[in-house]
């Protein structure tokens, strides 16, 4: 085991699929949504990253707590801008990051 | 104008003259303080000199938020004729040493001449004076502090060189509070051409302001309001270092020399391996929100750590290990060397090895070479001599293309944002008025919660609006913009506290008038001293736009050259400026810069 493996919040290594509504039989193959989280946002949340699994398209704003940050961030789903309103699929890549200056 | 000392405080090595001088209305008025005060003194008396020689003149500038009790306003400002560009060149610092000089009753600090032996400048209120200090010399900053601090209290405010700014490095800055830094374009160097190794600055009054009581609520408000931010506690435990995985994830982290955006081992070094390591911080007097972590380095010594050494001293040269990065952290501190291009020019030699264009063999992530070269750079020896006087200079001396992946703007190193793939943040690097550094526009956060790949007239303009408010209002105020960027801090407030401070209400269109009027005067000064200057100096090097990454989810993506120049253009064109990037003489006069027009063009 590395340093950077030795020192991983050990949830990291737990991480297990999260699903706001299950599908009663997911398709073999079939991906996830994929959630991850940035900065402070990833507190709020209290995990850096899920996996869900959608019956149908939802609001990504319901996959999250409430209250959740509307300003002051950044969301990329599959690499393009969205918003808390946009419809979450399976196999989305979904990515929720603080603005920041990094000095 | 309250909130001012009112005061100039001029200081000549060579003869020992030391002069107060009264600061006229006008210039707080017209320029506000800080990099404002230091562009005008630069532009009045420091004409067509060897940025080394004694006539060079070096500032140190306060604003009227300086020393304040309000959040992070702890800063100050030294400019100089920058001896790594040629140009105009400052950097801000956070250090008691800003409080102090606003407490003994100065704005700012005028240091011409040349002292004949190695010198402290010490400042006591109304007494100042030079000592000499030839035991001084050679010391490392940590080492010199120590001995300052015992002989004029711990609680002064000290700034100082280290052997690399003694030896005329041309990277080299001004150090205090062992790890303070500012002034990455040479300012360091410049302190060391005058044999002036510290200033030590004890001072015991008061600010005074217009409205003291209101001042002391609106900064207990603010402290109060910062506090109660959602991210404040993710940014107490990581800091700046938050920006690691940011930006390893949009595929912007400055890898093998800007070459990847994103480091295979950056899990092994980011900002919760950092938390893991934490054992201290550090931080700016002032400050609600430290940014300073401190680890143990590789030698089980304490060293700070920010986004931007990390991110140039580690994944630029390919090294992984935050302790070993730490140690390369101090050992630039301890030197009193710029972290930035430090690491710029270590990633350079490392690919000049790579391609056969120097003898020594330098691997990428090569820890044990590293640690040498830090020491040949400060020394100006051996194969750091190289890149001693930046990577700009070192291309020029290897030639056979270097100067593509030479990671430079107007010759001083970009600092730790790659952007094949953010057109916005490569122009605001491009157009920054020092030369590559980030502190005036970093918009790349902007940019990529928008439209990231697109070339758009509302991404110059967001541009200039950051440059007015980092680099026209915080570095003239001067506080510090982490809390408005970091944690949300309201910019409602700075209005506010200036009124109480000055007695004089301004909006922020006020302050963008001002900002923009220093930013015209900044580009007259390089055009002044540079005779050929124009766009050529605004454009970051080739590499971004030739050579598109290989790996992540960045792959392929380069920036349009042609597009490019269309934004640069369009930035022109907002700021007054002809094609070729020279402020109009309507622009110049418009801002009541009169006369600057005929002396910048040499007429």
Redesign the interface.
Known sequence: M???QA???AYIARLKPCATKFKPFRALGNKLAEL?F???L???VGSRGKEVNLEKPIPLREMLPSPF?E??????IN?K?GGLDSLIQDEDSV?L??????? | MKGYAGKLLRVNLSDRKISKEEISESLKKDFLGGRGFAIKLLWDEVKHVDPLSEKNKIIFSTGPLSGQLLPSAEKMVIASKSPLTGGYGDGNIGTMASVHLRKAGYDAVVVEGKSEKPCTLLIEDENVKMVESPELWGKDTFEAQDLLEKKYGKNSGILLIGPGGENLIPISTVMSQRGRAGGRPGMGAVMGSKHLKAIVIKGTGNISNFDDPKLRELGKKGYEEIKTKESLDFWMRQGTMQAFDWCNENGCLPTYNFKEGVFEFSKEMDGYILEKLHVDRKGCPMCSMQCGHVIKDSENQRAELDYENVGMLGPNIGLKSLPQVALLNRMADEWGMDTISLGSGIGFLMEASERGLIKEKIGWGDFETARKLVQEIGKGEGTGALVSKGVKAASEAIGKGSHRWAMHVKGLEISAYNCHGCPGMALSFGTSPIGAAHKDAWIIAWEISTDRFSYSKEKVQKLIEFQRIRGGFFESATVCRLPWVEVSFGLHWYPEYLEAITGNRMTWEDLYQIGDRIYNLIRAYWKREIPQFGRAWDRPPDRWFEEPHSQGKMKGVKIDREKYEEMLSYYYELRGWDENGIPLRETLDAFGLKGVAKEMMGS
Request: charged share 15%; net charge neutral.
């Open positions: 590395n340093v950077a020192l991983r919040p991850k940035f900065g402070y990833s507190d709020i940050p300003t002051n961030i950044i969301i990329l690499e801008v990515v990051m603080p603005i920041l200056s990094g000095g």
